[in-house]
């Protein structure tokens, strides 16, 4: 069985270290990196390669592949491997508008009273400035389109307001994606995610999970892809899980369902809980990078067949089992990111790090004649496994403790 995922991050890294320890032997990656080299073949088509990744499944008769990233479920990928009756697990470009179009996925919740943060959608940025004048702050700006996670911005004056959605329309600082705009109200609490797996027709779960956005502890600096993360998530109770599954859930695959948008994939719901109640900040059509590193490796259950499930159609052949003990993930960035981040500093201790129920994956990393150097901005995603938390927490540290790399950044305090 050849199976292909696309993406070169540790999401990625997480899901064929598991499919391959599901007992999977023919994985290709494209592009992969240099820790998912160690397990599968990787191939240097880019994420967006649409034609060049079909022509590659067509060739290797590739039984599913498997997306990582949004960006090539946006340019319809889905949709061509499906018009060539190729097994791919992801949903349609329709389907992935949930992600891609922020004023879409806002829409259809209030339309079927989801509850999410009130909103109002602008095209012009003078109704946009000029609705700006009449609200409280904090606010929350967003730009419609896929803006690479920067395309949310928390304003906290009517001056900064203006200046934000004047980059966004005007300016265009995340192109095209900036054409269309919201304001929203901004509502306090704590975040958790939940992720789900749909077949088009029904649901599974998958598991809750944190991540921790911001580059330095205490939640100070600059947002990032994500410093951190562990799963399950800490802050959802039984109830709490009970009214994500009523008034989220239910209500969202029988939207999707009237709208006859056919959704195979997985869904990640980013929640913000106030007062004990749920709430959605947004929808992503992938898993979340990087909740991923935390929560595949509790997955007990074979991962290919519940993604060909859902890639296919299929009813659920079993529901996911999960390991009941804690994971927690903490990310090692290199020097500069998220704004400049340096490469091809040596990695050192890699060995060393790893152990038992310690996973190593790998994200903006090459293989450079056997040295494994920075190549990105999060270089690293070091997880455990413990009975609990804190049990997780110090075995991660542990091991991120003999990692070495020129000017590294991680957080002290993912999983306190
Ligand atoms: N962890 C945030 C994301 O994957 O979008």
Same mark, same amino acid.
């Given at each position: 069985?050849?199976?292909?995922?696309?993406?070169? /991050?540790?999401?990625?890294?997480? +899901?064929?270290?598991?499919?391959?320890?599901?007992?999977?032997?023919?994985?290709?990656?494209?592009?992969?990196?240099?820790?998912?080299?160690?397990?599968?073949?990787?191939? @240097?088509?880019?994420?967006?390669?649409?034609?060049?990744?079909?022509?590659?499944?067509?060739?290797?008769?590739?039984?599913?592949?498997?997306?990582?990233? !949004?960006?090539?479920?946006? !340019?319809?990928?889905?949709?061509?491997?499906?018009?060539?009756?190729?097994?791919?697990? /992801? @949903?349609?470009?329709?389907?992935?508008?949930?992600?891609?179009?922020?004023?879409?996925?806002?829409?259809?919740?209030?339309?079927?009273?989801?509850?999410?943060?009130?909103?109002?959608?602008? *095209?012009?940025?003078?109704?946009?400035?000029?609705?700006?004048?009449?609200?409280?702050?904090?606010?929350?700006?967003?730009?419609?389109?896929? =803006?690479?996670?920067?395309?949310?911005?928390?304003?906290?004056?009517?001056?900064?307001?203006?200046?934000?959605?004047?980059? +966004?329309?005007?300016?265009?600082?995340?192109?095209?994606?900036?054409?269309?705009?919201?304001? !929203?109200?901004?509502?306090?609490?704590?975040?958790?995610?939940?992720?789900?797996?749909?077949?088009?027709?029904?649901?599974?779960?998958? =598991?809750?999970?944190?991540?921790?956005?911001?580059?330095?502890?205490?939640?100070?600096? @600059?947002?990032? /892809?994500?410093?951190?993360?562990?799963?399950?998530?800490?802050?959802? *109770?039984?109830?709490?899980?009970?009214? +994500?599954?009523?008034?989220?859930?239910?209500?969202?695959?029988?939207?999707?369902?009237?709208?006859?948008?056919?959704?195979?994939?997985?869904?990640?719901?980013?929640?913000?809980?106030?007062?004990?109640? @749920?709430?959605?900040?947004?929808?992503?059509?992938?898993?979340?990078?990087?909740?991923?590193?935390? $929560?595949?490796?509790?997955?007990?259950?074979?991962?290919?067949?519940?993604?060909?499930?859902?890639?296919?159609?299929?009813?659920?052949?079993?529901? $996911?089992?999960?390991?009941?003990?804690?994971?927690?993930?903490?990310?090692?960035?290199?020097?500069?990111?998220?704004?400049?981040?340096?490469?091809?500093?040596?990695?050192?201790?890699?060995?060393?790090?790893? /152990?038992?129920?310690?996973?190593?994956?790998?994200?903006?990393?090459?293989? !450079?004649?056997?040295?494994?150097?920075?190549?990105?901005?999060?270089?690293?995603?070091?997880?455990?496994?413990?009975?609990?938390?804190?049990?997780?927490?110090?075995?991660?540290?542990?091991?991120?403790?003999?990692?070495?790399?020129?000017?590294?950044?991680?957080?002290?305090?993912?999983?306190?």
């Amino acid at each position: 069985m050849n199976i292909l995922v696309i993406g070169s /991050g540790g999401r990625e890294h997480a +899901i064929v270290h598991k499919i391959k320890q599901d007992g999977i032997k023919n994985i290709y990656c494209a592009p992969g990196n240099a820790g998912i080299e160690e397990l599968a073949q990787c191939v @240097p088509i880019k994420i967006d390669d649409i034609d060049g990744l079909l022509r590659f499944a067509e060739e290797k008769k590739i039984y599913l592949t498997i997306v990582g990233p !949004e960006l090539p479920l946006n !340019e319809g990928i889905v949709d061509a491997f499906h018009e060539k009756g190729l097994t791919i697990f /992801g @949903p349609s470009k329709q389907a992935a508008m949930l992600e891609s179009s922020k004023s879409f996925a806002k829409k259809l919740m209030k339309k079927y009273g989801i509850p999410t943060p009130a909103f109002e959608v602008f *095209t012009s940025p003078e109704e946009a400035i000029d609705y700006a004048g009449t609200i409280s702050y904090p606010a929350v700006i967003k730009a419609d389109g896929l =803006a690479s996670g920067k395309g949310v911005i928390i304003v906290h004056e009517l001056s900064q307001a203006i200046s934000t959605i004047k980059d +966004i329309m005007e300016n265009r600082v995340f192109g095209d994606a900036g054409k269309t705009m919201l304001v !929203e109200d901004c509502i306090s609490g704590v975040e958790s995610s939940y992720f789900v797996l749909s077949n088009g027709s029904s649901c599974i779960n998958v =598991a809750s999970a944190r991540d921790y956005k911001r580059l330095m502890d205490n939640n100070d600096g @600059p947002n990032t /892809g994500g410093m951190g993360s562990l799963s399950p998530s800490d802050k959802l *109770t039984p109830e709490l899980e009970k009214k +994500i599954a009523d008034r989220i859930i239910s209500p969202l695959m029988n939207a999707l369902n009237k709208e006859g948008i056919m959704y195979r994939g997985v869904i990640y719901i980013g929640l913000m809980i106030s007062n004990n109640e @749920p709430s959605v900040l947004e929808f992503n059509v992938r898993f979340g990078d990087p909740e991923t590193q935390a $929560i595949l490796p509790r997955i007990e259950s074979d991962l290919v067949g519940v993604l060909t499930d859902s890639a296919k159609g299929k009813p659920f052949s079993d529901s $996911i089992k999960l390991r009941q003990e804690s994971a927690v993930c903490v990310v090692m960035a290199s020097r500069g990111y998220p704004v400049h981040p340096q490469t091809g500093d040596t990695i050192e201790g890699l060995r060393d790090a790893s /152990g038992k129920d310690v996973f190593i994956f790998h994200a903006g990393t090459k293989n !450079e004649k056997g040295i494994i150097k920075t190549a990105g901005g999060r270089v690293l995603g070091i997880t455990a496994i413990g009975d609990n938390i804190k049990a997780a927490r110090q075995k991660a540290y542990r091991s991120v403790g003999k990692i070495v790399f020129e000017g590294s950044q991680y957080r002290r305090d993912i999983g306190l």
